[in-house]
Structure formats: structure tokens, C-alpha cells
């Protein structure tokens, strides 16, 4: 089974709303991060967190990690049409990546 | 920044066909490379690791003779599909890092979407 399970698996928002996509795992992790991938592309790293970090930010990009709940949740802020893409998380060790979240973002 | 090239990006040939993939790290060297298949809409399955200089560390449940993977230098490693049928019709893709190390974001090729017909 999946270690990084995504939720919600399909989400549709206005540009320039904020979009949060949350994931979580089964076994103590190293780090989590998240990537995201356009349609027949390759992943794109977009932010890493460690296992004794709660929060980090980067650009429009603001990760959480809550290692008691094993959870973690990428919020993108002012989101862009560009944004449309699928975000997956990936617990590492063990480089298992979660079932993913189709984000569109309309224009 | 790190950059890892696939090769082909797509594949279509008939089963039986055995079929080539290679992965370079054009910019630094990874002793360590990472083959991942995905279907449609799906997530990323780890398939192997690739380690230069030695054997691969295959997952459960994935065939090592249909499945080679060789890891000859440090910035190429290769993946055959052998003998591939119409089920081994998939999106591979490969990764790696600079340092190879776990605290280290992973670079991906593009991927290579194979059909087998």
C-alpha cells in the first residue's frame, strides 16, 4: 500500500484562491517533500521539510509537518493558472510517493 | 541547477521487443538512481535502486530478468525492459540527487512512456 496517501484527490479553484492539499503517512520519516508534476512530465522538487521541522516557506509555497499525526499539508497561496499540475508528497527514506493531488486552476 | 536527462521520452514497438532506457545526470554524479513507473492518474511506484559499480536493490514484487537495470558510471544508468508485453506499457521515470544523500531533493528526467503493442 501507499505510504503517502494525498488528500483531497482532485481539487478546482479560481486563480487567486489558496489551494491546500494535505498528505499523510504510515512510518517514521527522515524528511517529507513535495513535488509536483505537469501532465507527462517528470517531478519538479518544490520543498523539502525535515522530520524536526514544523514549518516551512518558500515563495507562495507553505508546508506543515505534524510528525504525531504523521501528516503534512502544502498550502500554495494566490494560486495561478500555471499552477495546474498534480502535487505529490514523498516520505523519505524509502522514497515512497503518495497517490497524489490534481490541482486545476481556472482562469 | 541539477539536471537529469531521460532517454527515449516515448517508445512504441511491438511485444517481444526488448527496450532501452537511459538516464544521465548531466551536471554532477549520483552513485545512486531510482526507477519509478506510474500509470495513468496514478502515483509514482518505486520499482529499484540503481547503485554504480554494483547490483540494483529491486522492490517486491518487481522482476529482476524482466527488469535490468545497470549502473556503469556515475552519471548514467539504464533500465531494459525485456521482452516487454502490452502490460509493461507504462510512464518510467528515473531520479537523483546530488550527494545521493536522503536530506537531498531528487532531480527527475522527463520520463518515458513506453507502449508496447
Known amino acids: 500500500s501507499q505510504q503517502g496517501e494525498e488528500d483531497p484527490q482532485a481539487l478546482s479553484i479560481q486563480e487567486g484562491e489558496n489551494a491546500t492539499m494535505n498528505c499523510s503517512y504510515k512510518?517514521?520519516?527522515?524528511?517529507l517533500q513535495w513535488y509536483r508534476q505537469n501532465s507527462g512530465r517528470g517531478l519538479v522538487h518544490l520543498i523539502l521539510?525535515?522530520?524536526?521541522?514544523r514549518e516551512k516557506h518558500s515563495g507562495r509555497l507553505r508546508v506543515t509537518l505534524d510528525t504525531s499525526k504523521k501528516s503534512s499539508s502544502l498550502l500554495i497561496t494566490a494560486s495561478r493558472a500555471a499552477d495546474t499540475a498534480s502535487y505529490f508528497c514523498?516520505?523519505?527514506?524509502?522514497?515512497?510517493f503518495g497517490t497524489g493531488t490534481r490541482l486545476k486552476v481556472l482562469a | 541547477g541539477a539536471v537529469v536527462s531521460q532517454h527515449p521520452s516515448r517508445v512504441i514497438c511491438k511485444s517481444g521487443t526488448s527496450v532501452k532506457i537511459e538516464c544521465r545526470s548531466l551536471?554532477?554524479?549520483?552513485?545512486?538512481m531510482f526507477w519509478y513507473r506510474q500509470f495513468p492518474k496514478q502515483s509514482l511506484m518505486l520499482m529499484a535502486t540503481?547503485?554504480?559499480?554494483?547490483?540494483?536493490?529491486?522492490e517486491q514484487g518487481v522482476e529482476k530478468d524482466k527488469f535490468l537495470i545497470n549502473h556503469a558510471s556515475l552519471t548514467l544508468s539504464t533500465l531494459t525492459v525485456t521482452s516487454a508485453h502490452p502490460e509493461d506499457s507504462s510512464f518510467y521515470i528515473c531520479?537523483?540527487?546530488?550527494?545521493?544523500?536522503?536530506?537531498?531533493?531528487?532531480?527527475f528526467g522527463d520520463g518515458t512512456r513506453l507502449s508496447i503493442l
Open positions: 551536471d554532477f554524479q549520483a552513485t545512486t
Open positions: 514523498a516520505t523519505v527514506p524509502w522514497h515512497i
Open positions: 512510518t517514521s520519516i527522515n524528511n
Open positions: 540503481s547503485n554504480e559499480g554494483s547490483k540494483a536493490t529491486y
Open positions: 531520479s537523483a540527487s546530488p550527494g545521493g544523500g536522503d536530506d537531498q531533493p531528487q532531480h
Open positions: 521539510i525535515r522530520s524536526n521541522e
